[in-house]
């Protein structure tokens, strides 16, 4: 009995990787939002699809852990890494008491790398990624991770910077980091990536504060290292003048 969690990277296709593509083509029954679905819908053609909005994850991976109890073989789709902010950790939760459903989770290229690479080198040396969304985690928890990014001089890649429903985090992010970093810090924020209308801007942090993001960008914020080289955004790792 076999359940693969598989990450299809930023926009699918593409960016998946061949283990992950392999994988897919042995699985007969596939689990995912639909606009997932939607970004590799050549590679899942005649196969059966559990298909739930954005919010139904518990529904989703009990559907697929029914499915892979019926002998299905089954694949449930996460964007980006399935581990990172993904389904990998509750679909070994939901069939914690089904030790006979073999779950493999096949890694996937998370948006702090494919974002990254788009903007240039901006995690080049130590780095916090961290979640605006308080839906799941307490904002209070929040503030404290960015605190203490802050105070390390990590450079920071923040997930989830703001939805319908929260326009602030990314500006009450931005001045956590001020009381620790200066406003001329170079920043980035990539939108789309991997898919059609993938655009990314250089900012700084004290203009970060007042820009508008939504769900679907990811946001970069350098150290005190961290410059602008023609263009790219660029974090030194220190080889350069050992
Ligand atoms: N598992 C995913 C992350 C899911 S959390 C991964 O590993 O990438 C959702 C957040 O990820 C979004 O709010 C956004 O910050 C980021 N993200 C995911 N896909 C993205 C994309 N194609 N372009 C920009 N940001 C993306």
Redesign the pocket.
């Known amino acids: 009995m076999k359940l693969y969690v598989i ?1 299809i990277g ?2 699918g296709e593409e960016q998946m990787t061949l283990r992950a593509v392999r994988a897919l083509e042995q699985c007969d029954c596939v689990a995912g939002y639909g606009l997932y679905l939607d970004l590799i819908d050549s590679l899942i053609q005649g196969k059966e699809r559990i298909q739930t909005g954005m919010t139904r994850e518990v529904d989703r991976c009990t559907a697929a852990r029914d499915a892979a109890l019926a002998g299905h073989t089954v694949a449930v789709i ?4 399935a581990g ?3 389904m990998a950790g509750l679909m070994f939760e939901v069939c914690e008491s089904h030790p006979e459903i073999e779950i493999e989770v096949i890694p996937g290229i ?2 702090a790398s494919s ?1 990254g690479a788009v903007l240039g080198a901006p995690l080049t040396n130590d780095f916090a990624v961290v ?1 605006l969304s308080n839906l799941l985690t307490p904002w209070e928890t929040i503030e404290k991770r960015l605190h203490a990014a802050a105070a390390g001089d990590f450079c920071l890649c923040l ?3 703001a939805s319908k429903r929260r326009t602030d985090h990314l500006q009450k992010a931005c001045d956590i980091l001020l009381s620790e970093r200066a406003p001329e810090t170079p920043c980035g924020i ?6 059609e209308g993938e655009a990314f801007t250089l900012t700084t942090l004290g203009a970060l504060r007042d820009t508008n993001v939504d ?4 946001v970069f914020i350098g150290n005190s290292q961290t410059k602008v080289i023609n263009g790219h955004l660029v974090t030194p790792r220190g080889y350069h003048g050992v």
């Open positions: 990450g930023p926009g996460s964007s980006g890494d990172i902010y993904g998370t948006a974002g979640s997930y989830n910077p990539v939108r789309n990536i991997g898919r769900m679907l960008t990811t």
